[in-house]
């Protein structure tokens, strides 16, 4: 199973993790939907829906830039529409879009609050509403439909709250949504999953934290490839909370190496909310 001619609708697609699904995609020939805001460049932060969609069809796909607030109803409910009449539906929705405010409720303000929450839990949910009506048909055409949520599996730790209550609300919030999504979407044939990494990745983002290593992360592909064998396995493989490594395990890859900032390292800076 591949994914040419299928349509994938991106949130965040405009540079990191979401573009780098985006382009193995593209190499099966598949269409690639970049829903993201960057419409200008960015000095600090680069790539716009525009290079993005360079990208994209240089890999082999055809890309449809559209810039789209995910917190924007309106706009998310515009962005699906002109998507399917562009490639005749939606097959795939891949939440990746994500704020992150690594602070703790003393200096959280609530505008960073709804921010993340906006984005993460709300940003989700409404895109997955916004798509099901393609989602389903998609199904009924027997086109092997899923939800990919990037986030991960669900912890209900105090460590995992206590140092950063408000974006662990947001980020679970995801992953509540792939908990119930896939039990009321299962009738229909579609999957939902989340797909997280157990380390740091290497992404623009994050490159604008203080103190980081970049060399110690692994980089965008390792997401890109196991998210890959999720979006190729049957929609009956749901309700899933995959961790990137492990997934590539079980399917052969575990020369990983490759997938290292800088080759030959052993010890990663771990990711959050894995036990």
Same mark, same amino acid.
């Given at each position: 199973?591949?994914?040419?001619?299928?349509?994938?609708?991106? =949130?965040?697609?405009?540079?990191?993790?979401? $573009?780098?699904?985006? #382009? @193995?995609? +593209? %190499?099966? &020939?598949? /269409?690639?939907?970049?829903?993201?805001?960057?419409?200008?460049?960015?000095?600090?932060?680069?790539?716009?829906?525009?290079?993005?969609?360079?990208?994209?069809?240089?890999?082999?796909?055809?890309?449809?830039?559209?810039?789209?607030?995910?917190?924007?109803?309106?706009?998310?409910?515009?962005?699906?529409?002109?998507?399917?009449?562009?490639?005749?539906?939606?097959?795939?929705?891949?939440?990746?879009?994500?704020?992150?405010?690594?602070?703790?409720?003393?200096?959280?303000?609530?505008?960073?609050?709804?921010?993340?929450?906006?984005?993460?839990?709300?940003? =989700?949910?409404?895109?997955?509403?916004?798509? $099901?009506?393609?989602? #389903? @048909?998609? +199904? %009924?055409? &027997?086109? /092997?439909?899923?939800?990919?949520?990037?986030?991960?599996?669900?912890?209900?730790?105090?460590?995992?709250?206590?140092?950063?209550?408000?974006?662990?609300?947001?980020?679970?919030?995801?992953?509540?949504?792939?908990?119930?999504?896939?039990?009321?979407?299962?009738?229909?044939?579609?999957?939902?999953?989340?797909?997280?990494?157990?380390?740091?990745?290497?992404?623009?983002?994050?490159?604008?934290?203080?103190?980081?290593?970049?060399?110690?992360?692994?980089?965008?592909?390792?997401?890109?490839?196991?998210?890959?064998?999720?979006?190729?396995?049957?929609?009956?493989?749901?309700?899933?909370?995959?961790?990137?490594?492990?997934?590539?395990?079980?399917?052969?890859?575990?020369?990983?190496?490759?997938?290292?900032?800088?080759?030959?390292?052993?010890?990663?800076?771990?990711?959050?909310?894995?036990?």
């Amino acid at each position: 199973m591949t994914l040419a001619g299928k349509t994938l609708f991106i =949130t965040g697609a405009s540079r990191g993790i979401g $573009l780098a699904i985006g #382009k @193995r995609a +593209a %190499a099966d &020939g598949a /269409n690639i939907v970049i829903a993201a805001k960057t419409t200008q460049p960015n000095p600090k932060l680069p790539g716009t829906i525009y290079t993005a969609g360079g990208e994209i069809e240089a890999a082999g796909g055809q890309a449809l830039p559209l810039a789209v607030d995910i917190r924007d109803e309106d706009a998310v409910l515009a962005a699906v529409a002109q998507a399917a009449e562009r490639f005749g539906g939606i097959d795939v929705l891949v939440n990746n879009a994500s704020a992150i405010s690594l602070t703790d409720t003393e200096h959280t303000p609530m505008k960073r609050y709804d921010l993340m929450n906006g984005i993460n839990a709300r940003g =989700t949910y409404l895109c997955t509403q916004a798509c $099901l009506p393609h989602l #389903k @048909r998609s +199904a %009924a055409a &027997g086109r /092997n439909p899923h939800v990919l949520n990037m986030s991960p599996p669900l912890s209900m730790k105090q460590h995992w709250f206590e140092s950063h209550t408000a974006y662990t609300m947001a980020k679970y919030g995801m992953s509540m949504c792939t908990l119930g999504h896939s039990g009321e979407f299962r009738k229909y044939g579609i999957g939902v999953n989340s797909l997280w990494p157990r380390t740091a990745i290497a992404t623009a983002a994050l490159q604008m934290i203080p103190g980081v290593n970049i060399e110690m992360c692994r980089k965008p592909e390792i997401l890109s490839d196991a998210a890959y064998f999720i979006l190729t396995s049957p929609a009956e493989n749901t309700g899933n909370f995959f961790i990137d490594d492990e997934l590539l395990a079980a399917r052969g890859v575990t020369d990983l190496d490759r997938y290292s900032v800088k080759p030959g390292t052993r010890n990663f800076i771990p990711d959050f909310f894995i036990d």
